[in-house]
Protein backbone atom coordinates (compact mmCIF):
# COMPACT_ATOMS: atom_id res chain seq x y z
CA UNK A 1 0.00 0.00 0.00
CA UNK A 2 2.99 2.59 0.72
CA UNK A 3 4.78 1.82 -2.51
CA UNK A 4 1.61 2.61 -4.43
CA UNK A 5 1.36 6.01 -2.24
CA UNK A 6 4.48 6.64 -2.87
CA UNK A 7 3.95 6.06 -6.85
CA UNK A 8 0.83 7.57 -7.04
CA UNK A 9 2.64 10.96 -5.68
CA UNK A 10 5.50 10.69 -7.70
CA UNK A 11 3.17 10.59 -10.68
CA UNK A 12 0.99 13.62 -9.56
CA UNK A 13 3.72 15.79 -8.43
CA UNK A 14 6.53 14.56 -10.88
CA UNK A 15 7.51 17.67 -12.51
CA UNK A 16 7.36 19.72 -9.33
CA UNK A 17 9.55 17.03 -7.72
CA UNK A 18 13.55 18.66 -6.98
CA UNK A 19 16.40 16.55 -7.90
CA UNK A 20 17.69 15.06 -4.66
CA UNK A 21 21.72 14.88 -4.02
CA UNK A 22 22.81 12.53 -1.59
CA UNK A 23 24.29 13.90 1.19
CA UNK A 24 28.39 14.75 1.14
CA UNK A 25 30.24 13.57 4.35
CA UNK A 26 32.33 16.52 3.64
CA UNK A 27 29.84 18.50 4.47
CA UNK A 28 28.49 16.53 7.30
CA UNK A 29 32.32 16.96 8.82
CA UNK A 30 32.34 20.82 8.54
CA UNK A 31 29.64 20.77 10.11
CA UNK A 32 30.42 19.23 12.81
CA UNK A 33 33.82 20.66 12.96
CA UNK A 34 31.87 24.14 13.08
CA UNK A 35 30.22 23.29 16.21
CA UNK A 36 33.38 22.58 17.57
CA UNK A 37 34.39 26.13 16.62
CA UNK A 38 31.58 27.69 18.48
CA UNK A 39 32.31 25.51 21.63
CA UNK A 40 36.03 26.90 21.58
CA UNK A 41 35.08 29.90 20.65
CA UNK A 42 32.95 30.56 24.14
CA UNK A 43 35.48 29.19 25.80
CA UNK A 44 37.84 31.21 24.31
CA UNK A 45 35.72 34.35 25.44
CA UNK A 46 35.49 32.96 29.05
CA UNK A 47 39.16 32.95 28.85
CA UNK A 48 39.77 36.57 28.36
CA UNK A 49 36.78 37.79 30.35
CA UNK A 50 38.71 36.09 33.20
CA UNK A 51 42.23 37.33 31.41
CA UNK A 52 40.70 41.17 31.17
CA UNK A 53 39.74 40.90 35.23
CA UNK A 54 42.83 39.73 36.65
CA UNK A 55 44.23 42.34 34.39
CA UNK A 56 42.48 45.02 36.42
CA UNK A 57 43.68 43.47 39.78
CA UNK A 58 47.33 43.58 38.23
CA UNK A 59 47.84 45.78 35.56
CA UNK A 60 45.02 48.37 35.79
CA UNK A 61 44.72 49.87 32.43
CA UNK A 62 47.58 47.87 30.64
CA UNK A 63 45.44 47.12 27.55
CA UNK A 64 45.16 50.66 26.75
CA UNK A 65 48.68 50.43 25.83
CA UNK A 66 48.98 47.23 25.11
CA UNK A 67 46.76 44.29 22.87
CA UNK A 68 46.30 41.81 20.94
CA UNK A 69 45.74 41.56 17.47
CA UNK A 70 45.32 38.20 15.52
CA UNK A 71 48.40 36.13 15.62
CA UNK A 72 49.88 39.13 18.06
CA UNK A 73 50.08 38.32 21.49
CA UNK A 74 51.84 41.04 22.52
CA UNK A 75 49.45 42.00 25.75
CA UNK A 76 48.98 38.16 26.67
CA UNK A 77 53.26 37.81 26.06
CA UNK A 78 54.27 40.96 27.97
CA UNK A 79 51.79 40.44 31.04
CA UNK A 80 52.96 36.62 31.07
CA UNK A 81 56.95 38.28 31.55
CA UNK A 82 56.50 40.83 33.80
CA UNK A 83 52.82 39.25 35.83
CA UNK A 84 52.59 42.80 38.12
CA UNK A 85 53.39 46.45 38.37
CA UNK A 86 55.39 46.19 41.39
CA UNK A 87 58.11 44.27 39.14
CA UNK A 88 58.15 46.53 36.82
CA UNK A 89 58.40 49.58 39.52
CA UNK A 90 61.18 47.19 41.41
CA UNK A 91 63.19 47.25 37.83
CA UNK A 92 63.33 50.43 38.08
CA UNK A 93 63.13 53.07 34.45
CA UNK A 94 66.65 52.38 33.06
CA UNK A 95 66.43 48.56 33.74
CA UNK A 96 62.85 48.07 32.74
CA UNK A 97 63.27 50.37 29.52
CA UNK A 98 66.52 48.05 28.33
CA UNK A 99 64.65 44.81 29.43
CA UNK A 100 61.13 45.81 27.75
CA UNK A 101 63.35 46.20 24.27
CA UNK A 102 65.24 43.71 24.37
CA UNK A 103 61.94 41.47 24.95
CA UNK A 104 60.59 43.56 22.01
CA UNK A 105 63.35 42.76 19.64
CA UNK A 106 63.19 39.08 20.23
CA UNK A 107 59.47 38.99 20.46
CA UNK A 108 59.39 40.98 16.55
CA UNK A 109 57.50 43.86 18.24
CA UNK A 110 58.59 47.04 17.36
CA UNK A 111 61.13 48.80 19.52
CA UNK A 112 60.23 51.64 21.16
CA UNK A 113 61.43 53.25 24.77
CA UNK A 114 58.04 56.00 24.59
CA UNK A 115 55.89 52.34 25.17
CA UNK A 116 58.31 51.58 27.75
CA UNK A 117 57.76 55.03 29.35
CA UNK A 118 54.21 54.96 28.94
CA UNK A 119 53.74 51.48 30.67
CA UNK A 120 55.97 52.52 33.42
CA UNK A 121 53.93 56.00 34.40
CA UNK A 122 50.58 53.29 34.43
CA UNK A 123 52.81 50.95 36.61
CA UNK A 124 53.84 54.54 39.06
CA UNK A 125 50.07 55.77 39.06
CA UNK A 126 48.25 52.73 39.07
CA UNK A 127 46.70 50.57 41.97
CA UNK A 128 46.69 47.06 41.82
CA UNK A 129 44.37 45.45 44.64
CA UNK A 130 45.84 41.95 44.13
CA UNK A 131 49.28 41.49 45.91
CA UNK A 132 52.74 40.31 43.85
CA UNK A 133 52.32 37.30 45.27
CA UNK A 134 52.97 33.69 44.12
CA UNK A 135 49.57 32.37 44.02
CA UNK A 136 48.75 36.03 41.78
CA UNK A 137 51.59 34.81 39.39
CA UNK A 138 50.63 31.30 38.99
CA UNK A 139 46.82 32.38 38.52
CA UNK A 140 47.97 35.42 36.19
CA UNK A 141 50.53 32.83 34.28
CA UNK A 142 47.91 30.16 33.70
CA UNK A 143 45.39 32.71 32.07
CA UNK A 144 47.70 33.76 29.64
CA UNK A 145 48.93 29.83 28.97
CA UNK A 146 45.14 28.97 28.76
CA UNK A 147 44.05 31.73 26.50
CA UNK A 148 47.24 30.52 24.09
CA UNK A 149 46.01 27.05 24.04
CA UNK A 150 42.45 27.94 23.29
CA UNK A 151 43.62 29.62 20.64
CA UNK A 152 45.51 27.29 18.75
CA UNK A 153 42.84 25.04 19.06
CA UNK A 154 40.90 26.86 17.15
CA UNK A 155 43.15 27.46 14.91
CA UNK A 156 43.94 23.75 14.18
CA UNK A 157 39.75 23.28 13.75
CA UNK A 158 39.42 26.16 11.23
CA UNK A 159 42.63 24.42 9.48
CA UNK A 160 40.99 21.08 8.99
CA UNK A 161 37.15 23.33 7.95
CA UNK A 162 39.98 25.09 5.29
CA UNK A 163 41.06 21.68 3.95
CA UNK A 164 37.42 20.03 3.31
CA UNK A 165 36.91 23.09 2.03
CA UNK A 166 39.09 23.20 -0.50
CA UNK A 167 37.68 19.68 -1.83
CA UNK A 168 34.39 21.71 -2.85
CA UNK A 169 34.17 23.26 -6.25
CA UNK A 170 32.22 26.26 -4.64
CA UNK A 171 34.99 27.36 -2.05
CA UNK A 172 36.60 29.49 -4.48
CA UNK A 173 33.43 31.23 -5.60
CA UNK A 174 32.54 32.11 -2.03
CA UNK A 175 36.08 32.78 -0.85
CA UNK A 176 36.06 35.53 -4.23
CA UNK A 177 32.53 37.18 -2.38
CA UNK A 178 33.84 40.78 -0.92
CA UNK A 179 34.72 40.23 2.89
CA UNK A 180 34.60 36.93 3.42
CA UNK A 181 38.37 35.27 3.45
CA UNK A 182 39.82 31.99 4.73
CA UNK A 183 37.84 32.38 7.91
CA UNK A 184 33.94 33.20 7.20
CA UNK A 185 33.79 31.35 4.02
CA UNK A 186 34.38 27.88 5.46
CA UNK A 187 31.98 28.46 8.63
CA UNK A 188 29.31 29.59 6.06
CA UNK A 189 29.17 27.01 3.79
CA UNK A 190 29.77 24.68 6.79
CA UNK A 191 26.45 26.15 8.05
CA UNK A 192 24.49 26.44 4.61
CA UNK A 193 25.84 22.86 3.29
CA UNK A 194 25.40 21.82 -0.18
CA UNK A 195 23.03 24.51 -1.91
CA UNK A 196 21.76 22.28 -4.14
CA UNK A 197 19.16 21.08 -1.39
CA UNK A 198 17.44 24.07 -1.97
CA UNK A 199 14.80 24.29 -3.91
CA UNK A 200 15.34 28.22 -4.49
CA UNK A 201 16.64 31.37 -3.36
CA UNK A 202 13.57 31.43 -0.76
CA UNK A 203 14.02 28.04 0.77
CA UNK A 204 17.77 29.40 1.95
CA UNK A 205 16.38 31.95 3.58
CA UNK A 206 13.79 30.00 5.25
CA UNK A 207 16.62 27.65 6.56
CA UNK A 208 18.32 30.55 8.07
CA UNK A 209 15.45 31.72 9.60
CA UNK A 210 15.10 35.12 8.32
CA UNK A 211 12.19 34.91 6.92
CA UNK A 212 8.86 36.83 7.82
CA UNK A 213 6.24 34.12 9.07
CA UNK A 214 2.47 34.60 7.63
CA UNK A 215 0.54 36.04 9.97
CA UNK A 216 -3.42 36.95 9.29
CA UNK A 217 -6.66 36.00 10.97
CA UNK A 218 -9.96 36.00 8.49
CA UNK A 219 -9.36 39.50 6.65
CA UNK A 220 -6.31 41.20 8.95
CA UNK A 221 -3.31 40.30 7.53
CA UNK A 222 0.31 42.02 9.42
CA UNK A 223 1.94 44.53 7.64
CA UNK A 224 5.27 44.13 9.67
CA UNK A 225 6.53 41.08 11.60
CA UNK A 226 9.78 39.64 13.25
CA UNK A 227 11.98 37.19 11.42
CA UNK A 228 10.76 33.33 12.14
CA UNK A 229 14.19 32.43 13.43
CA UNK A 230 12.82 29.22 12.75
CA UNK A 231 16.21 27.83 10.95
CA UNK A 232 19.76 27.23 11.38
CA UNK A 233 21.06 30.07 14.51
CA UNK A 234 24.64 29.28 13.38
CA UNK A 235 23.94 30.49 10.12
CA UNK A 236 22.42 33.52 11.35
CA UNK A 237 25.10 34.39 13.63
CA UNK A 238 27.97 33.68 11.07
CA UNK A 239 25.86 35.57 8.29
CA UNK A 240 26.01 38.45 10.84
CA UNK A 241 29.76 38.17 11.28
CA UNK A 242 29.80 38.72 7.57
CA UNK A 243 27.54 41.77 7.45
CA UNK A 244 29.49 43.36 10.16
CA UNK A 245 32.76 42.46 8.23
CA UNK A 246 30.93 44.57 5.20
CA UNK A 247 30.05 46.77 7.38
CA UNK A 248 33.80 48.01 8.43
CA UNK A 249 35.38 47.10 4.89
CA UNK A 250 32.71 49.05 2.75
CA UNK A 251 33.89 47.60 -0.03
CA UNK A 252 32.83 49.47 -3.32
CA UNK A 253 29.91 48.41 -5.93
CA UNK A 254 28.48 45.38 -3.44
CA UNK A 255 24.90 44.60 -3.32
CA UNK A 256 24.90 43.37 0.02
CA UNK A 257 26.31 46.61 1.49
CA UNK A 258 24.70 49.04 -1.22
CA UNK A 259 21.74 47.37 0.30
CA UNK A 260 22.33 47.57 4.23
CA UNK A 261 22.87 51.64 3.53
CA UNK A 262 19.70 52.03 1.65
CA UNK A 263 17.90 50.52 4.13
CA UNK A 264 19.79 52.72 6.81
CA UNK A 265 18.83 55.63 4.87
CA UNK A 266 15.54 54.47 4.92
CA UNK A 267 15.12 54.79 8.75
CA UNK A 268 15.73 50.89 9.78
CA UNK A 269 17.65 50.51 13.22
CA UNK A 270 21.80 49.31 12.38
CA UNK A 271 19.99 45.31 13.48
CA UNK A 272 17.10 45.54 11.05
CA UNK A 273 19.45 47.07 7.85
CA UNK A 274 21.30 43.95 8.84
CA UNK A 275 19.13 41.45 9.08
CA UNK A 276 17.63 43.12 5.23
CA UNK A 277 21.43 42.89 4.55
CA UNK A 278 22.03 38.96 5.25
CA UNK A 279 18.75 38.13 3.14
CA UNK A 280 20.18 39.80 0.38
CA UNK A 281 23.56 37.68 0.67
CA UNK A 282 21.89 34.64 0.90
CA UNK A 283 20.13 35.79 -2.13
CA UNK A 284 23.54 36.55 -3.74
CA UNK A 285 25.45 33.48 -2.41
CA UNK A 286 22.79 31.18 -3.70
CA UNK A 287 22.42 32.78 -7.10
CA UNK A 288 26.40 32.70 -7.88
CA UNK A 289 26.99 29.00 -6.07
CA UNK A 290 24.00 27.77 -8.07
CA UNK A 291 24.95 29.78 -11.05
CA UNK A 292 28.52 27.92 -10.83
CA UNK A 293 27.21 24.73 -10.69
CA UNK A 294 25.02 25.43 -14.12
CA UNK A 295 28.02 26.04 -15.57
CA UNK A 296 30.27 22.85 -14.25
Known sequence: IDSIKIASFGITYWNELVKAYPSNVIYDELKFLARQYYQVTGMLV????????????VM????????????NHKLTEFVSRYIHFQNILDMGEMKFTSDYCKWAKKKGYRLNERKAAEILALAQNGIPTLPNSQSVKIAVSEAVKLIHSIEESRNTILAQMQDLCNTLPEYSVVKEMDCIGDTLAPRIIAEIGDVRRFKNKHSLIAYAGIDAPPYQSGAFHASERHISKRGNSYLRKTGYEIMQSLIKHKPADNAVYDFIQKKRSEGKCGKEAMIAGLNKFLRVYYGKVMEFYSEH
Open 60 to 71: PKINDVLSNQGE
Open 46 to 57: KSKVNFSNLLDQ
